[in-house]
């Protein structure tokens, strides 16, 4: 039978964009010195503070979510700084990459990838380090699909007097992240995943008078992602800003507010429970040992390749999830959560998982997954 | 009488982004990694070439011009390179504001704002300076409507042996630019001028082989906007590429290349001398003593007051174009010619700043910039 070629996107980001938002980002442009569109910035950055739970500045670069990441680093430190980094997957590697990039001088705390670094090995690296400037974490290591404890992580570098910077590139809005109330003290993310914007704007939010000193001492060089150029320009940006993206941001803002942050939250762990059930049902592995609600990495058996298995469901049945990234490639499949997606949409991945299993000699039972999920929502309606 | 509120953006960028490529960007995201978005991302940069005139490469990152004109400093240069730069405005202001940010020692050609760097003054300044790595212009300074001889200059820069880098993010396309004829070896562009998108992507276009080995041997510290991760992942981008700014510039490619770009050039070109000929029959002058087609900046008597006359324009009519910056606050306006704009916008622009300019009390025969328009068209059809 020919498939209709519905797109189906359910990889780590990008994510669906609902078609409200698509559309505001095509309307006409407006100049952005214009009171009417500084007014309409001021109004979608303020609101953008609900998303960090921060009555802290949150800025909008026009970049990715890597951008956003340099910013933190060259804003809030000088070359030879020594800082702690947590390694544990390919966006932890990131952090330590731009810190090197830039002259620091990072202690790596490297873990096994699919492990989540805990608070008291935090602890235990801030006490044989005291004189680190920051740590820097990931909050969803997209790579293996772990989600680390930050609220307690926060809490013991608070403690050591140090600032924590945290990339929640993929999970904001998927995991609940409360800078204010846990004294998380930079947070990084992007807009094309839980935010459910197209790819283009890098976010930096700073929630504290501790992090601002460091910016304030910052002696590296830098000069479009210059943290006090936005900072002193705010609400408008100092460069042209990327106005149409800005309309979008202001409507899935309002999406998001109407909705509330809790459901948000919740969705996504709902989605993420479903996932997990169902992965078990075929009798299939999850690789992370912290597994979070942002994006579900599932182990292979070895007689099944990744590669040939997304690209039949892509190609075949219009689903897009995503492979391994470095030595998994090939050996793990990840099945993301991220934000315009309902449970139905589970049905669609897990289905033609199940067909492309079955076309690569996989024995399971079919519909095993299907059944499954579909127990799961009835227990939770 | 309540005019419609049609939205003229006359200002030199943003700039009128056409109906059909607006719609480009409400489609539905792709994932950056699968073959069909890499197909449409090779497609387009390819494209992209056409709008620099170069068979070099050329790369588009998610940032404004401004990102992409630190990407030109960090990558061709390292800390305490010894260049040449052009400051005859805001923009080449800001060549120099990111030169020292990033350590560099510029020897600058200072010129009055509205003055044209000539290739005798960047011959003699070579002369003087035989041990720099680079001389960075600016093809047209927004601030002033001054386009320089970039052709004249590449010359005498091509025969010193050194590098030419070029602001041309709002000349693309607006001005003759030939970068592999005239042997210009950086170009750095955006995407809301000529381009006609709206902001968001930031261009750079490595021309010659010279330029590759100042990148290749450049010590400064960079990542978001390093090169050589953009050159091995060429078509892709190494980190998440604005999806949906992409089928856009895909579409404005099309567009162009249809049109042709001479004919492109020739537009601007055309309404640049409608201006200027409707600006002298009101009997106001040229800031810039060589006047371009990108933007017209023209002085105001001193009775009248730049803001408040901009001001009427926008609220009361409709039609925004753009003031003095820095010590021409004020003094000037500057109206552009930039993208998606035809001959009888220019009536909308010279009748409302004729309309606004008699608010204010100026002395002039109503109507008289109209006419000269309409002969003007007039002649040439």
Redesign the interface.
Known sequence: MHFMKK?Y?V?P?????PYDV??E????????R?PQFINLMEETMEGTKYLFQTSGQVYA???????A??AAV?NLLS?GDRVIVVVAGKFGERWL??LK???MKPITLELEWGEAVSPEQIKDALEKNPDVKAVFTTHSETSTGTVIDLEGIAKVVKEAGTVLVTDAVSSLLAEPLKMDEWGVDVVVS?S?KGVML???L?FIAVGSEKAWKLIEESK???????LKAYRGKYPE?????????VYMLKKSVEMIKEETIEKVWERHAFLGEATRRAVKSLGLELLSKRPGNVVTAVKLPPSIDGNKLTKIM?DKYGV?IAGGQAHLKGKIIRIAHLGYLSPFDTLAVFSSLELALKELGYKFELGASLKTLQEYFSENT
């Open positions: 797109y996107l990889a980001g990008p994510t669906p964009v698509l559309l980002g095509a309307k006409e442009v407006l100049h952005h214009t670069f026009v970049s990715s979510g890597t951008g990441m340099e060259e070359p990459d731009i990039a830039f002259g992007g094309q197209p790819p283009g890098g590296s060089p830098k000069y479009y992602f210059d940006n100092p460069y042209t800003p990327a106005v149409n993206m892509r897009t």
